[in-house]
Nanobody, 125 residues
Framework: QLQLEESGGGLVQAGDSLRLSCTAA????????VGWFRQYPGQEREFVAI????????DVADSVKGRFTIARDKAANMVYLQMNSLKSEDTAVYSC??????????????????WGKGTLVSVSS
């Protein structure tokens, strides 16, 4: 069981940057792949980025490629989502999820076992 917590959301202007953080009280958080997802009101959760348990593999959704970067600091028990050049369409609730996905391949990224409650990112234009 993991208790995930996100932080770093807020209200910014288009073109600004934010860094979201995801952590867990449990040290075995480092043994899970961790993804960032976002959800618009009334919409399904959308994949944004993922990092492997080891931190050496990442993948980013096409919609944010070139602007968002995911990384993890295992020593700090943290996973980060660096969001640059934010656009109004990036406005959403961002959640981190952790899971023991069998393969680091698209199609498995959404199969997370644990979820945080999310942090709101609002981008004004």
């Amino acid at each position: 069981q993991l208790q995930l917590e996100e932080s770093g959301g807020g209200l910014v202007q288009a073109g600004d940057s934010l860094r979201l953080s995801c952590t867990a009280a449990q040290r075995n958080f480092t043994h899970y792949a961790v993804g960032w997802f976002r959800q618009y009101p009334g919409q399904e959760r959308e994949f944004v980025a993922i990092v492997s348990w080891s931190g050496d593999k990442t993948d980013v959704a096409d919609s944010v490629k070139g602007r968002f970067t995911i990384a993890r600091d295992k020593a700090a028990n943290m996973v980060y989502l660096q969001m640059n050049s934010l656009k109004s369409e990036d406005t959403a609730v961002y959640s981190c999820g952790a899971g023991t996905i069998p393969f680091f391949e698209p199609g498995y990224y959404n199969d997370m076992n644990y979820w945080g409650k999310g942090t709101l990112v609002s981008v004004s234009s």
